[in-house]
């Protein structure tokens, strides 16, 4: 089975450790923060470019390319997904899953490997992490919704929406967060999540997510994957959009991993960042 291939850790030790088991044995909790704190934590899959997703010419939809994911990425994701209480994601994808263009259903929604379902029972935890969608415009298409009946759901979104889709939320008994004058407000929405009783919060957003995470000053870990493998293409994004970062963000690298068997046997490093607080 292709999970069973090994890593080479290359820092900070070096040893040859099992794919499977590799993020749920390194506990995040534990690892990142004070049991006070909550811990936010984002992964990424880039090619060596840094292309976190690549725009169609003619459909106009931006998705992960099929040149950098693979199951051994997506094994790792479902295991950052699994002590999650709260999994953060974008309304884009909701509307990308109404029209049937989403390229996986969110962590545990679809098929989930049986020691991972186990991981939560017997860490007492709910059997899914509650999904939360940030959105500005509350363009959510009710089939999205109907297509995750089941799920714990919440919608994190700005004041004074004027939407239809308000009242749909209401009548589907899914909380309305309202955290933010245009935008949600990242320490707002940490705050509201952390009341909740959540202490584990993963996002598996992309760039302007994660922009809002850093400026509020949240995000306390990076997990990324980087396929070896250039793809170039000039509509794409990378892991961060918004205005220039000044002072820039900086982290320390914590692990990292040479895996052989990426994308078509293509190398793949796989890095843990950590913030880096000046003393
Ligand atoms: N390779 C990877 O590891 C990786 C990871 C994540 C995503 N991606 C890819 O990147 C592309 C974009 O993904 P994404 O949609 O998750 O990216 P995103 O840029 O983080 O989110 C975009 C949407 O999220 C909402 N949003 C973000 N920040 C907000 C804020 N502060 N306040 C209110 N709403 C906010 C808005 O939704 P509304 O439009 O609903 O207002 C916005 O259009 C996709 O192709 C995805 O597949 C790749």
New binding site residues.
């Given amino acids: 089975m292709a999970e069973q291939r090994e890593l080479l850790q290359l820092y900070p030790a070096q040893n040859k450790v099992p794919l499977t088991g590799l993020y749920l044995s390194r506990n995040i909790k534990s690892s990142i923060a004070a049991a006070e704190i909550p811990c936010v934590y984002t ?4 090619s060596l470019d840094g292309r ?2 690549l725009v169609d010419r003619e459909t106009g939809k ?3 390319p099929d040149a ?1 994911s693979n199951d051994r990425d997506w094994r790792l994701l479902l295991e950052l997904a699994a002590p999650a209480d709260a999994i953060i ?5 909701l509307r990308d899953l109404a029209a049937s263009d989403a ?1 996986a259903l969110p962590p545990f929604s679809g098929d989930t490997p049986p020691d991972l379902k186990e991981y939560r029972k017997q860490s007492g935890l709910p059997e899914k992490p509650e999904l939360v969608f ?4 509350l ?1 959510i298409p009710v089939r999205a919704l109907d297509m995750l009946a089941g799920r714990k759901l919440c919608i994190a ?2 004041r004074n929406v004027n939407s239809a889709t308000r009242d749909q939320l209401e009548k589907r008994d899914i909380e309305l967060l309202s955290l ?1 004058e245009y ?2 407000d ?1 320490r707002h929405l940490i705050d509201a999540l952390s009341a909740r009783g959540h202490k584990l919060i993963y996002s ?7 922009y ?1 995470l850093l400026t509020a000053g949240v995000l306390q870990r990076i997990y990324l994957t980087t396929v070896l493998r250039v793809l170039a293409g000039e509509a794409y ?1 990378t892991m961060v ?1 918004g205005p220039k970062l000044v002072p820039p963000f900086d982290f320390s690298l914590s692990a990292m991993y040479l895996d052989r068997y990426g994308p078509d046997g293509v190398e793949q490093l796989i890095q843990v960042y950590s913030r880096f607080e000046r003393e």
Wanted: no cysteine.
């Fill in positions: 992964n990424f899959l880039t976190i997703s931006s998705s992960v950098t994601m974008s309304g884009r994808y390229q940030i959105t500005r415009s363009d979104t700005v933010g935008s949600v990242g598996i957003a992309g760039p302007e997510v994660l809002t994004a959009r």
